[in-house]
């Protein structure tokens, strides 16, 4: 066999190059670059900032780094999931139930390994062992974003991510108030918030507010404030 430094050094690597090297057994083998790949993506040896399960669709006992829906099943869309049972032991039979349980209440997205593309995007409202020594919890998930659906026997990364939960906010400065006149404010927050006035001189001013419309219909996006007195102010919204 030929120096190593003789060879010709490859510049368009593709996924179904080979590496040749020895396997846990000792013997001298042809390692596919896509194989390598797949194992350090899906084993827990590089940190990806999550934990890696892999979704199953048989309604069976999980296993190390699996996950399934409630009775099992497959091809549900990200949208249309609600519940999830998922391994607290990572592939690597690493326990991984605290980081589980610091996700409570936070945004947690699934997304697939190898196609990031289709993932979903949820809060996670509460990770429940049914009986105290379970090796899985239940998931009560609220979804709020993603793609595609879950598919069989492929891997998943579980992780943090809160991206678009940020409260939103409104503000509506220099308005001059009338008194016993609504005046009608258009926020487009799609929840009734609370309102807080301000007048030029940074006084809190308490109005009357109705979370109607200009018609007087009920809404999530507008809302009227009618005041006993005239001045000029500011409507924060949050």
Known sequence: MARISSYVNDESVQATDKLLGSNAGGETKNFRVEDITTFLNTSGT??????????????????????????????????????????????????????????????????????????????????????????????????LNGNSTLREDKFYLFNLDNTGRTDKNFLQSGINFTAGTPVTITHNLTKFPSVTTVDSAGSHIVGDIQHVDSNGNPSNNHFTITFKASFQGSVYVN
Do not use: W
Not at 64 to 83: H, Q, R, Y
């Open 46 to 143: 590089l940190n990806l900032n999550g934990v890696v399960e892999q979704f199953i669709i048989n309604d069976i006992a999980l296993t190390n780094g699996k996950f399934k829906l409630p009775s099992g099943g497959n091809g549900i869309a990200f949208s249309s999931v609600t519940s999830l049972k998922v391994s607290l032991n990572s592939l690597s039979n690493i326990n991984v139930s605290n980081f589980f349980n610091h996700l409570v209440t936070q945004g947690l997205k699934i997304s697939r390994v190898d196609n990031i593309d289709e993932f979903g995007q949820y809060i996670l409202s509460s990770v429940n062992v049914a009986t105290v020594g379970d090796t899985y919890a239940t998931f009560t998930l609220t979804y």
